[in-house]
């Protein structure tokens, strides 16, 4: 019984070998893989067409902040939208210096020092959701919305 088996199993060695061999005309190849991530934040426009004194310093400033920290950190913000389009995007909701001020106070949140991220709501992709319309002085553009609401990207 034991010769039985051991030819047996001699025999699916066998089949399994020389069924799952490599042929001359199959050779395996090295596969081309990519670990990379992709980083689609870099591709921003750096162009310097501007309307006006408020609108060139507003993308002085945003490119300021892409070339040295934003792209040198990645794309690690939390919050959505992002700390520099939320700096473009305050500035253009109020002014320079009020804008600059809501970055700057975002931008402090934004370290890891602040852990109080629980209160903000959150986008299903985990990005705490925080526009820059709450933070103008305006009442009426201000949306208050709970931390455990799931928000719409």
């Known amino acids: 019984m034991i010769k039985s088996n051991l030819k ?13 061999c ?7 190849e090295k596969a081309e893989l990519s670990y990379e991530k992709p980083d689609n934040f870099r591709h921003r426009d750096y162009s310097f067409v501007f309307d006006d004194t408020g609108d060139f310093l507003k993308k002085t400033i945003a490119y300021t902040y892409w070339f040295f920290i934003s792209d040198v950190d990645g794309d690690n913000c939390p919050f959505r939208p992002s700390c520099s389009a939320f700096l473009v995007q305050s500035i253009e909701k109020t002014n320079i210096a009020q804008g600059m001020l809501a970055f700057f106070d975002r931008f402090t949140r934004d370290m890891n020092l602040y852990k109080g991220h629980n209160q903000y709501p959150r986008f299903k992709s985990s990005h705490y959701y925080d526009p820059p319309q ?5 009442q009426g553009t201000i949306k208050y919305l709970p931390s455990a609401q799931i928000v719409e990207e």
């Open 8 to 20: 047996i199993f001699f025999l699916i060695i066998l089949i399994s070998t020389s069924a799952f």
């Open 22 to 28: 490599q042929l001359d005309n199959l050779k395996w």
């Open 134 to 138: 709450n933070y103008t002085l305006n």
